[in-house]
């Protein structure tokens, strides 16, 4: 059975920093193109973040550019996503998501993990 | 960038309905979509995939058509677990997912 499992969320302030992990099981994790995908309370569905199978590729939305970074360790079948300079908006929950890809254009999401709270609040 | 827009926002059905949503794309983007279903305080589970193939394990009152710019998610009948929010997804990385749907109780 596929597993995604994040942990890493909670509260901050603005200006903050937080880390997020997302361990896998159940598949072979080092295959796979991984995302976070994030959504505001009461909000659609926000992509965040895509990397590709060995890290090599990293790809952010403009809202995040400058500010986030992923990161995977296949040894571990783990990938992170380090949030600096945290803003009030980035408050939503956080989940971790394996990709079916098309390149790194082109794709969507066929496993979600359960997801992480993230709240940015002074 | 690709825009979606979902309709209605909100639909209001009984257990046995036919439940249709509509999603609709700015411009043309084929068969590259995907729809997802969200119960509350759950992560989204994919539906469809390429417009119109169910994923593994999705029961058959699921099913997913269009292409080019209009594609339709429809329930044949709807049952208890189904009361959740749909959201369609084009596959271009530069476009959002739609607004969701939020199919309530009547």
């Known amino acids: 059975e596929v597993q995604l499992v994040e942990s890493g969320g909670g509260f901050v302030q603005p200006g903050g920093s937080l880390r997020l992990s997302c361990t896998a099981s159940g598949f072979t994790f080092r295959s796979y193109w991984m995302s976070w995908v994030r959504q505001a309370p009461g909000k659609r569905l926000e992509r965040v973040a895509n990397m590709n199978e060995d890290g090599s590729e990293k790809y952010f939305v403009d809202s995040v550019k400058g500010r986030f970074t992923s990161s995977r360790d296949n040894a571990k079948n783990s990938l992170y996503l380090e949030m600096n300079s945290l803003r009030v908006e980035d408050t939503a929950v956080y989940y971790c998501?394996?990709?079916?890809?098309?390149?790194?254009?082109?794709?969507?999401?066929?496993?979600w993990g359960q997801g992480t709270l993230v709240t940015v609040s002074s | 960038d690709i825009q979606v827009t979902q309709s209605p926002s909100t639909l209001s059905a009984s257990v046995g309905d036919r439940v249709t949503i509509t999603c609709r794309a700015s411009q043309s983007i084929s068969f590259w979509l995907a729809w997802y279903q969200q119960r509350p305080g759950k992560a989204p589970r994919l539906l469809i995939y390429d417009a119109s193939v169910l994923e593994s394990g999705v029961p058959s009152r699921f099913s997913g058509s269009g292409s080019e710019t209009e594609f339709t998610l429809t329930i044949s009948s709807l049952q208890p677990d189904d009361f959740a929010t749909y959201y369609c997804q084009p596959y271009n990385s530069l476009s959002p997912f739609g607004q969701g749907t939020k199919v309530e109780i009547k």
């Open positions: 998501a394996r990709v079916r890809s098309f390149g790194p254009s082109y794709y969507y999401f066929d496993q």
